[in-house]
């Protein structure tokens, strides 16, 4: 059975289609949700691209060879924002989601795609998240402009594994 209610999110419409929107206030640092599915092999992921692309886009990098398959889970909705109210933080099998600030019920719950996705990673996508900073282009993490990414430093906002991938280009 799929897994997308929980009490304290809600899946509806948003900006770009459909996205995760809270139900109630989070404030920094707290959890406010676990990103489950299945892990697969990048291999796995590959094949994917010529029969259901949208499907491969949505995996989230897990670690050097795995990626987070959501389908049928609340991260099937997780949407982009270059101003991101949440980060992604991995525990054990799962991404937990930290508010980055304060989430107040009705906010749409957003990450940067970028933090998850590695120097050897080839994925963009054209941004539509209307924000006034929007970088107009979503590309792997070390293709951040330089504040924003030493802010996400900081933050501990990008994966260790993301990271990892920077010395293996």
């Known amino acids: ?12 419409d948003v900006r770009n289609g459909r996205g995760l929107v809270a139900l109630r206030r989070f404030e920094r640092g707290q959890r406010v949700c676990v990103l489950r599915g299945r892990l697969v092999h990048f291999d796995r992921l590959w094949s994917w691209w010529d029969r259901d692309p949208r499907r491969a886009a949505n995996c989230i990098r897990f670690d050097a060879d795995r990626y987070l398959d959501p389908e049928g889970e609340l991260g099937a909705f997780a949407n982009h924002s270059c101003r991101p109210n949440t ?19 009705g906010d749409e719950v957003t990450h940067d795609y970028s933090t998850c996705l590695g120097a050897d990673d080839t994925w963009s996508m054209r941004c539509n998240c209307g924000e006034p900073a929007c970088r107009g282009r979503v590309r792997r993490f070390d293709r951040l402009p330089a504040d924003v990414l030493q802010r996400y430093m900081r933050l501990g906002a990008i994966p260790a594994a993301i990271l990892a991938t ?3 280009t």
């Open 1 to 12: 059975m799929a897994r997308t209610a929980s009490p304290s999110l809600e899946v509806r």
């Open 166 to 168: 920077a010395n293996n």
């Open 87 to 105: 980060m992604l933080v991995r525990a054990g099998r799962v991404l937990d989601v930290r508010a980055m600030r304060v989430i107040r019920p």
